[in-house]
Protein backbone atom coordinates (compact mmCIF):
# COMPACT_ATOMS: atom_id res chain seq x y z
CA UNK A 1 0.00 0.00 0.00
CA UNK A 2 3.03 2.43 0.90
CA UNK A 3 5.64 0.97 -1.82
CA UNK A 4 5.94 4.22 -3.41
CA UNK A 5 7.76 5.36 0.10
CA UNK A 6 10.53 3.28 -1.40
CA UNK A 7 12.69 5.71 -2.72
CA UNK A 8 15.88 4.62 -1.81
CA UNK A 9 18.49 6.65 0.20
CA UNK A 10 19.45 9.12 -1.92
CA UNK A 11 15.81 10.63 -2.29
CA UNK A 12 15.43 10.98 1.07
CA UNK A 13 19.19 12.73 1.85
CA UNK A 14 18.19 15.29 -1.00
CA UNK A 15 15.01 16.33 0.98
CA UNK A 16 16.97 16.23 4.02
CA UNK A 17 19.13 18.64 2.23
CA UNK A 18 16.73 20.89 0.80
CA UNK A 19 14.14 21.09 3.66
CA UNK A 20 16.98 21.46 6.15
CA UNK A 21 18.03 25.16 5.40
CA UNK A 22 14.53 26.12 4.55
CA UNK A 23 13.45 24.36 8.16
CA UNK A 24 16.29 26.57 9.76
CA UNK A 25 15.35 30.19 7.88
CA UNK A 26 11.96 29.27 9.02
CA UNK A 27 12.30 28.53 12.11
CA UNK A 28 14.54 32.28 12.47
CA UNK A 29 11.74 33.72 11.48
CA UNK A 30 9.33 32.23 13.96
CA UNK A 31 11.63 32.53 16.64
CA UNK A 32 11.72 36.14 16.26
CA UNK A 33 8.14 36.50 16.60
CA UNK A 34 8.31 34.79 19.66
CA UNK A 35 10.86 36.93 20.87
CA UNK A 36 8.95 40.30 19.77
CA UNK A 37 6.14 37.94 21.68
CA UNK A 38 8.41 37.87 24.55
CA UNK A 39 9.53 41.17 24.95
CA UNK A 40 6.20 43.40 24.23
CA UNK A 41 4.37 40.64 26.63
CA UNK A 42 6.69 41.57 29.35
CA UNK A 43 5.63 45.23 29.38
CA UNK A 44 1.64 43.64 29.89
CA UNK A 45 -1.19 42.10 28.23
CA UNK A 46 -2.52 44.90 26.78
CA UNK A 47 1.29 45.91 24.62
CA UNK A 48 0.97 41.83 24.09
CA UNK A 49 -2.59 42.19 22.29
CA UNK A 50 -2.00 45.79 20.58
CA UNK A 51 0.73 44.56 18.54
CA UNK A 52 -0.69 41.52 17.44
CA UNK A 53 -3.37 43.85 16.11
CA UNK A 54 -0.87 45.81 14.60
CA UNK A 55 0.26 43.12 12.78
CA UNK A 56 -2.37 42.20 10.94
CA UNK A 57 -1.67 44.68 7.97
CA UNK A 58 1.55 42.90 8.36
CA UNK A 59 0.94 39.21 8.16
CA UNK A 60 -1.34 40.38 4.89
CA UNK A 61 1.91 41.86 3.00
CA UNK A 62 3.91 38.59 3.90
CA UNK A 63 1.33 36.49 2.40
CA UNK A 64 1.50 38.56 -0.29
CA UNK A 65 5.54 38.35 -0.67
CA UNK A 66 5.14 34.28 0.06
CA UNK A 67 2.51 34.54 -2.76
CA UNK A 68 5.55 35.44 -5.10
CA UNK A 69 7.60 33.74 -4.01
CA UNK A 70 5.46 30.42 -4.49
CA UNK A 71 3.98 31.67 -7.91
CA UNK A 72 7.99 32.23 -8.90
CA UNK A 73 9.00 29.10 -7.65
CA UNK A 74 6.21 27.40 -10.01
CA UNK A 75 8.33 29.41 -13.09
CA UNK A 76 11.74 29.37 -11.60
CA UNK A 77 12.32 25.46 -10.40
CA UNK A 78 10.89 24.44 -13.89
CA UNK A 79 13.53 26.95 -15.60
CA UNK A 80 16.18 25.91 -13.07
CA UNK A 81 15.82 22.20 -14.24
CA UNK A 82 15.97 23.44 -17.80
CA UNK A 83 19.26 25.70 -17.53
CA UNK A 84 17.12 28.87 -18.56
CA UNK A 85 19.02 31.60 -16.18
CA UNK A 86 18.14 34.50 -18.45
CA UNK A 87 14.34 33.63 -17.83
CA UNK A 88 14.69 33.53 -14.26
CA UNK A 89 16.43 36.87 -14.27
CA UNK A 90 13.33 38.43 -15.90
CA UNK A 91 10.95 36.49 -13.03
CA UNK A 92 12.89 38.06 -10.19
CA UNK A 93 12.49 40.98 -12.28
CA UNK A 94 8.47 41.10 -12.26
CA UNK A 95 8.61 39.54 -8.75
CA UNK A 96 10.19 42.85 -7.37
CA UNK A 97 7.76 45.41 -9.74
CA UNK A 98 5.05 43.49 -7.87
CA UNK A 99 6.40 42.66 -4.53
CA UNK A 100 7.92 46.04 -4.03
CA UNK A 101 4.24 48.33 -5.42
CA UNK A 102 2.20 46.02 -2.87
CA UNK A 103 4.57 47.21 0.02
CA UNK A 104 5.00 50.67 -0.59
CA UNK A 105 1.15 50.87 -0.87
CA UNK A 106 0.80 49.06 2.87
CA UNK A 107 3.84 51.16 4.29
CA UNK A 108 2.08 54.23 3.12
CA UNK A 109 -1.29 53.21 4.24
CA UNK A 110 0.25 52.39 7.64
CA UNK A 111 2.66 55.56 7.88
CA UNK A 112 -0.50 58.00 7.00
CA UNK A 113 -3.69 56.43 8.33
CA UNK A 114 -2.48 54.12 11.25
CA UNK A 115 -5.47 54.83 13.91
CA UNK A 116 -8.13 54.78 11.49
CA UNK A 117 -6.66 51.48 10.02
CA UNK A 118 -5.99 50.00 13.61
CA UNK A 119 -9.97 51.17 14.60
CA UNK A 120 -10.80 48.86 11.61
CA UNK A 121 -9.45 45.94 12.93
CA UNK A 122 -10.50 46.50 16.78
CA UNK A 123 -13.49 48.53 18.38
CA UNK A 124 -10.56 48.51 21.80
CA UNK A 125 -10.41 51.81 22.82
CA UNK A 126 -7.30 50.89 25.00
CA UNK A 127 -5.74 49.16 21.86
CA UNK A 128 -5.97 51.19 19.27
CA UNK A 129 -3.40 54.38 20.34
CA UNK A 130 -0.59 51.54 21.15
CA UNK A 131 -1.29 49.33 17.59
CA UNK A 132 -1.36 52.51 15.74
CA UNK A 133 2.30 53.77 17.13
CA UNK A 134 4.03 50.37 16.08
CA UNK A 135 2.25 49.98 12.75
CA UNK A 136 3.26 53.64 11.61
CA UNK A 137 6.81 52.49 11.98
CA UNK A 138 7.09 49.20 11.48
CA UNK A 139 5.28 50.06 7.55
CA UNK A 140 8.32 50.90 5.70
CA UNK A 141 10.41 47.73 7.23
CA UNK A 142 8.42 45.40 4.78
CA UNK A 143 9.34 47.30 1.29
CA UNK A 144 12.61 46.20 2.47
CA UNK A 145 11.67 42.78 3.28
CA UNK A 146 9.51 42.37 0.46
CA UNK A 147 12.38 42.68 -2.23
CA UNK A 148 14.87 40.38 0.56
CA UNK A 149 11.77 37.56 0.36
CA UNK A 150 11.83 37.72 -3.82
CA UNK A 151 15.46 37.28 -4.39
CA UNK A 152 15.80 34.89 -1.14
CA UNK A 153 12.92 32.58 -2.45
CA UNK A 154 14.49 32.59 -5.72
CA UNK A 155 17.49 30.96 -4.65
CA UNK A 156 15.71 28.58 -2.69
CA UNK A 157 13.53 27.47 -5.95
CA UNK A 158 17.37 27.13 -7.50
CA UNK A 159 18.40 25.13 -4.89
CA UNK A 160 20.00 27.34 -2.63
CA UNK A 161 17.94 27.54 0.79
CA UNK A 162 20.89 28.13 2.47
CA UNK A 163 21.37 31.60 1.44
CA UNK A 164 17.83 32.43 3.26
CA UNK A 165 18.69 30.46 6.21
CA UNK A 166 21.84 32.95 6.53
CA UNK A 167 20.29 36.41 6.00
CA UNK A 168 17.10 36.06 8.52
CA UNK A 169 19.12 34.53 11.28
CA UNK A 170 21.18 37.86 11.40
CA UNK A 171 18.04 39.47 10.95
CA UNK A 172 16.51 37.50 13.90
CA UNK A 173 19.88 38.13 16.00
CA UNK A 174 19.86 42.32 15.16
CA UNK A 175 16.36 42.30 15.70
CA UNK A 176 16.22 40.44 19.46
CA UNK A 177 19.26 42.42 20.32
CA UNK A 178 17.55 45.67 19.64
CA UNK A 179 14.67 45.09 21.03
CA UNK A 180 16.55 45.09 24.16
CA UNK A 181 17.68 47.94 23.48
CA UNK A 182 14.96 49.90 22.46
CA UNK A 183 11.92 48.62 24.41
CA UNK A 184 13.58 48.22 27.78
CA UNK A 185 16.29 51.49 27.23
CA UNK A 186 19.64 49.69 27.65
CA UNK A 187 22.98 51.20 26.45
CA UNK A 188 21.10 54.54 27.32
CA UNK A 189 18.40 53.76 24.54
CA UNK A 190 15.21 55.42 26.06
CA UNK A 191 12.78 53.15 26.99
CA UNK A 192 10.22 53.08 24.19
CA UNK A 193 8.08 49.82 24.75
CA UNK A 194 5.92 49.34 21.82
CA UNK A 195 7.42 51.77 19.52
CA UNK A 196 11.24 50.57 20.15
CA UNK A 197 9.88 46.92 19.21
CA UNK A 198 8.91 48.94 15.90
CA UNK A 199 12.04 50.25 15.09
CA UNK A 200 13.51 47.22 15.67
CA UNK A 201 11.67 45.59 13.62
CA UNK A 202 12.66 48.57 10.86
CA UNK A 203 16.28 48.37 11.31
CA UNK A 204 16.77 44.87 11.40
CA UNK A 205 15.17 44.51 7.43
CA UNK A 206 16.91 47.26 6.75
CA UNK A 207 20.13 45.25 7.57
CA UNK A 208 18.99 42.23 5.62
CA UNK A 209 18.21 43.88 2.81
CA UNK A 210 21.60 45.62 2.31
CA UNK A 211 23.51 41.63 2.87
CA UNK A 212 21.18 40.17 0.10
CA UNK A 213 22.28 43.20 -1.89
CA UNK A 214 25.98 42.49 -1.05
CA UNK A 215 25.32 38.89 -1.87
CA UNK A 216 23.11 39.51 -5.31
CA UNK A 217 26.22 41.85 -6.61
CA UNK A 218 29.19 39.63 -5.69
CA UNK A 219 27.10 36.03 -6.35
CA UNK A 220 28.99 34.15 -9.40
CA UNK A 221 26.75 30.86 -8.95
CA UNK A 222 23.74 33.34 -10.48
CA UNK A 223 24.31 36.22 -11.85
CA UNK A 224 21.74 38.93 -12.05
CA UNK A 225 21.76 40.72 -15.50
CA UNK A 226 20.42 44.27 -14.43
CA UNK A 227 19.20 45.05 -18.26
CA UNK A 228 16.90 41.55 -18.21
CA UNK A 229 15.92 42.29 -14.75
CA UNK A 230 14.57 45.46 -15.80
CA UNK A 231 13.04 44.41 -18.82
CA UNK A 232 11.48 41.35 -18.38
CA UNK A 233 9.57 41.33 -21.90
CA UNK A 234 5.83 40.62 -22.83
CA UNK A 235 5.81 36.67 -23.27
CA UNK A 236 7.12 36.53 -19.98
CA UNK A 237 4.43 38.87 -18.36
CA UNK A 238 1.71 36.98 -19.54
CA UNK A 239 3.45 33.97 -17.94
CA UNK A 240 4.05 35.16 -14.56
CA UNK A 241 0.52 36.68 -14.52
CA UNK A 242 -1.20 32.98 -15.81
CA UNK A 243 1.05 31.56 -12.84
CA UNK A 244 2.28 33.82 -10.22
CA UNK A 245 -1.14 35.85 -10.54
CA UNK A 246 -3.25 33.12 -8.69
CA UNK A 247 -1.09 32.17 -5.77
CA UNK A 248 -0.54 36.05 -5.66
CA UNK A 249 -4.42 36.46 -5.56
CA UNK A 250 -4.46 33.45 -3.28
CA UNK A 251 -2.35 34.31 -0.91
CA UNK A 252 -3.74 37.76 -0.29
CA UNK A 253 -7.06 36.50 -0.07
CA UNK A 254 -6.02 33.73 2.49
CA UNK A 255 -4.37 36.39 4.50
CA UNK A 256 -7.22 38.76 4.58
CA UNK A 257 -9.58 35.71 5.40
CA UNK A 258 -7.01 34.41 8.38
CA UNK A 259 -6.81 38.28 9.52
CA UNK A 260 -10.50 38.29 9.66
CA UNK A 261 -10.20 35.78 12.26
CA UNK A 262 -8.45 38.15 14.35
CA UNK A 263 -11.32 40.87 13.72
CA UNK A 264 -13.87 38.64 14.55
CA UNK A 265 -11.33 38.22 18.40
CA UNK A 266 -10.71 41.89 18.23
CA UNK A 267 -14.71 42.21 18.56
CA UNK A 268 -15.25 40.27 20.97
CA UNK A 269 -16.38 40.06 24.85
CA UNK A 270 -12.88 40.05 26.42
CA UNK A 271 -10.64 40.99 23.22
CA UNK A 272 -7.56 41.67 25.32
CA UNK A 273 -7.70 38.30 26.80
CA UNK A 274 -8.38 36.92 24.29
CA UNK A 275 -5.68 38.39 21.45
CA UNK A 276 -2.95 38.17 23.82
CA UNK A 277 -3.64 34.10 23.88
CA UNK A 278 -4.06 34.01 20.32
CA UNK A 279 -0.45 35.49 19.77
CA UNK A 280 0.99 33.36 22.25
CA UNK A 281 -0.74 30.23 21.02
CA UNK A 282 0.13 31.46 16.93
CA UNK A 283 3.72 32.08 17.57
CA UNK A 284 4.17 28.27 19.35
CA UNK A 285 1.65 27.33 16.50
CA UNK A 286 4.53 28.71 13.87
CA UNK A 287 7.40 27.38 15.88
CA UNK A 288 5.65 24.01 15.28
CA UNK A 289 5.28 24.18 11.58
CA UNK A 290 8.44 25.07 10.48
CA UNK A 291 9.02 21.53 9.51
CA UNK A 292 5.88 21.41 7.38
CA UNK A 293 6.44 24.39 5.72
CA UNK A 294 10.36 23.16 5.31
CA UNK A 295 9.05 20.21 3.38
CA UNK A 296 6.11 21.64 1.62
CA UNK A 297 8.93 24.14 -0.38
CA UNK A 298 11.34 21.40 -1.15
CA UNK A 299 8.38 19.12 -2.57
CA UNK A 300 7.74 22.71 -5.30
CA UNK A 301 11.58 22.62 -5.89
CA UNK A 302 11.89 19.00 -6.06
CA UNK A 303 8.60 18.84 -8.67
CA UNK A 304 9.54 21.68 -10.46
CA UNK A 305 13.10 20.58 -11.17
CA UNK A 306 11.69 17.02 -11.76
CA UNK A 307 9.00 18.75 -14.25
CA UNK A 308 11.48 20.98 -16.26
CA UNK A 309 13.67 18.55 -16.79
CA UNK A 310 11.14 16.56 -18.58
CA UNK A 311 11.79 13.39 -15.81
CA UNK A 312 7.84 12.77 -15.67
CA UNK A 313 6.96 9.66 -14.91
CA UNK A 314 7.86 9.29 -11.07
CA UNK A 315 6.27 12.81 -10.39
CA UNK A 316 2.94 11.32 -9.04
CA UNK A 317 4.76 9.14 -6.78
CA UNK A 318 7.25 11.80 -5.69
CA UNK A 319 4.17 13.75 -4.41
CA UNK A 320 2.72 11.15 -2.78
CA UNK A 321 5.99 10.49 -0.59
CA UNK A 322 5.75 14.01 0.41
CA UNK A 323 2.23 14.46 1.52
CA UNK A 324 2.65 11.58 3.47
CA UNK A 325 5.99 12.38 5.18
CA UNK A 326 4.12 15.95 5.75
CA UNK A 327 1.11 14.03 7.41
CA UNK A 328 3.38 11.53 9.69
CA UNK A 329 5.60 15.18 11.01
CA UNK A 330 2.16 16.79 10.98
CA UNK A 331 0.91 13.85 13.29
CA UNK A 332 3.92 13.72 15.92
CA UNK A 333 4.48 17.75 15.87
CA UNK A 334 0.38 17.92 16.79
CA UNK A 335 0.49 15.03 19.54
CA UNK A 336 3.36 17.00 20.92
CA UNK A 337 1.44 20.46 20.92
CA UNK A 338 -1.34 18.57 22.44
CA UNK A 339 0.77 17.69 25.47
CA UNK A 340 2.44 20.21 25.91
CA UNK A 341 -0.43 22.75 25.62
CA UNK A 342 -1.90 20.31 28.83
CA UNK A 343 1.41 19.99 31.04
CA UNK A 344 5.01 21.89 30.12
CA UNK A 345 3.33 25.00 28.59
CA UNK A 346 1.49 26.31 31.46
CA UNK A 347 4.13 25.31 33.98
CA UNK A 348 7.39 26.98 31.93
CA UNK A 349 5.90 29.37 29.18
CA UNK A 350 2.98 31.06 30.18
CA UNK A 351 4.23 32.84 33.07
CA UNK A 352 7.27 34.25 30.58
CA UNK A 353 4.38 36.16 28.36
CA UNK A 354 2.56 37.13 31.73
CA UNK A 355 -1.03 36.12 30.63
CA UNK A 356 -3.74 36.36 33.40
CA UNK A 357 -5.78 32.84 34.38
CA UNK A 358 -8.31 33.65 31.48
CA UNK A 359 -5.67 33.98 28.75
CA UNK A 360 -3.93 31.01 30.29
CA UNK A 361 -7.22 28.32 29.20
CA UNK A 362 -7.67 30.45 26.10
CA UNK A 363 -4.02 29.79 24.78
CA UNK A 364 -5.01 26.08 25.93
CA UNK A 365 -7.51 26.04 24.49
CA UNK A 366 -6.36 27.08 20.88
CA UNK A 367 -3.06 24.64 20.99
CA UNK A 368 -5.41 21.76 22.03
CA UNK A 369 -7.29 22.20 18.79
CA UNK A 370 -4.52 23.17 16.45
CA UNK A 371 -2.79 19.89 17.74
CA UNK A 372 -5.84 17.76 16.91
CA UNK A 373 -5.88 19.69 13.46
CA UNK A 374 -2.09 19.25 12.75
CA UNK A 375 -1.54 16.50 10.44
CA UNK A 376 -4.52 17.70 8.37
CA UNK A 377 -3.06 20.95 8.17
CA UNK A 378 0.49 19.73 7.51
CA UNK A 379 -1.20 17.33 4.43
CA UNK A 380 -3.11 20.37 3.01
CA UNK A 381 0.18 22.85 2.98
CA UNK A 382 2.18 20.20 1.48
CA UNK A 383 -0.45 19.29 -1.25
CA UNK A 384 -1.36 22.87 -1.95
CA UNK A 385 1.94 24.96 -1.81
CA UNK A 386 4.23 22.14 -2.83
CA UNK A 387 2.66 19.57 -4.95
CA UNK A 388 0.05 21.41 -6.70
CA UNK A 389 1.82 24.48 -7.30
CA UNK A 390 5.27 22.61 -8.08
CA UNK A 391 3.01 20.94 -11.04
CA UNK A 392 1.95 24.22 -12.32
CA UNK A 393 -1.79 23.63 -11.02
CA UNK A 394 -2.45 27.16 -9.64
CA UNK A 395 -5.39 27.55 -10.43
CA UNK A 396 -6.79 24.63 -8.91
CA UNK A 397 -4.46 25.34 -5.86
CA UNK A 398 -6.33 28.25 -4.98
CA UNK A 399 -9.59 27.34 -4.90
CA UNK A 400 -8.57 24.75 -2.56
CA UNK A 401 -6.14 26.94 0.02
CA UNK A 402 -8.89 29.90 -0.52
CA UNK A 403 -12.89 28.93 -0.75
CA UNK A 404 -12.46 26.51 2.45
CA UNK A 405 -11.51 29.97 4.59
CA UNK A 406 -13.97 32.14 3.17
CA UNK A 407 -16.82 29.64 2.29
CA UNK A 408 -17.07 27.81 5.66
CA UNK A 409 -14.38 28.63 8.32
CA UNK A 410 -14.41 32.56 8.27
CA UNK A 411 -18.78 32.36 8.23
CA UNK A 412 -19.11 29.94 11.07
CA UNK A 413 -16.39 31.78 13.53
CA UNK A 414 -18.21 35.28 12.58
CA UNK A 415 -21.58 33.21 13.02
CA UNK A 416 -20.25 31.74 16.53
CA UNK A 417 -18.48 34.86 17.63
CA UNK A 418 -20.45 37.82 16.61
CA UNK A 419 -23.88 37.03 15.93
CA UNK A 420 -24.89 33.76 18.52
CA UNK A 421 -21.77 35.21 20.90
CA UNK A 422 -21.08 31.60 21.89
CA UNK A 423 -17.24 32.22 22.82
CA UNK A 424 -13.57 31.62 21.64
CA UNK A 425 -14.40 27.84 21.31
CA UNK A 426 -16.89 27.99 18.61
CA UNK A 427 -15.09 30.66 17.19
CA UNK A 428 -11.84 28.25 17.16
CA UNK A 429 -14.16 25.07 16.08
CA UNK A 430 -15.44 27.62 13.04
CA UNK A 431 -11.26 28.19 12.30
CA UNK A 432 -10.53 24.15 12.14
CA UNK A 433 -13.18 23.38 9.74
CA UNK A 434 -11.04 25.39 7.26
CA UNK A 435 -8.47 22.20 7.38
CA UNK A 436 -11.48 19.73 7.26
CA UNK A 437 -12.89 21.08 4.26
CA UNK A 438 -9.65 21.52 2.26
CA UNK A 439 -8.30 18.09 2.56
CA UNK A 440 -11.76 16.63 1.39
CA UNK A 441 -11.51 18.68 -1.65
CA UNK A 442 -7.33 18.39 -1.63
CA UNK A 443 -7.16 14.57 -2.48
CA UNK A 444 -9.28 13.72 -5.05
CA UNK A 445 -7.34 17.01 -6.79
CA UNK A 446 -4.00 15.08 -6.23
CA UNK A 447 -5.60 11.63 -7.23
CA UNK A 448 -6.45 12.81 -10.61
CA UNK A 449 -2.75 13.69 -11.60
CA UNK A 450 -4.59 16.65 -13.65
CA UNK A 451 -1.90 18.69 -11.68
CA UNK A 452 1.04 17.52 -13.63
CA UNK A 453 2.21 20.25 -16.48
CA UNK A 454 5.25 21.98 -17.83
CA UNK A 455 5.48 25.85 -17.92
CA UNK A 456 8.50 26.10 -19.57
CA UNK A 457 7.39 25.50 -23.31
CA UNK A 458 7.24 29.39 -24.56
CA UNK A 459 9.66 31.32 -25.45
CA UNK A 460 10.76 34.52 -22.83
CA UNK A 461 12.69 36.86 -25.58
CA UNK A 462 10.61 39.71 -27.14
Known amino acids: ????????????????????????????????GLVDTFMVGALG???????????????????????????????????????????????????CYV????????????????????????????????????????GPSYLFNSLTGVYVGAHRSMENPKLGMVVFATSMSANTFLNWVFIFGNLGAPALGVEGAAFATLLSRILEFIITLAYALTNRRFQLRPTILIRPGRPLIGKFLHYSGPVVLNETLWGLGTSMHK????????????????????????????????????TAIIIGRELGAGRRAQIYEIGATLNTLAMLCGLGIGLFLVVGAHTLFPLFIYPLFSLSSTASHIATMMLTMIGICLPLRAFN??????????????????????????????????????????????????????????????VPRFRSRAWINDVTQFSARR
Open 263 to 298: VVMGHMDGSTEILAARALAGNLEDLCTVAIFAVGGT
Open 1 to 32: MFSYLNRGKAFYRQVLFLALPILLQNLCTTLL
Open 99 to 138: AGAIAALFAAIMCLFPTQLMGMLTDNQELIPLAAQYARIV
Open 45 to 95: EAPLAAVQVANTPVFVIQLVIFGLQSGSSVLISQFWGKGDTDTINRVIGLG
Open 381 to 442: SVNTVGVLRGGGDVRAASLIDVCPLWLVALPLSALFGLVLRWGIFWVYFGVIMEQITKFLIG
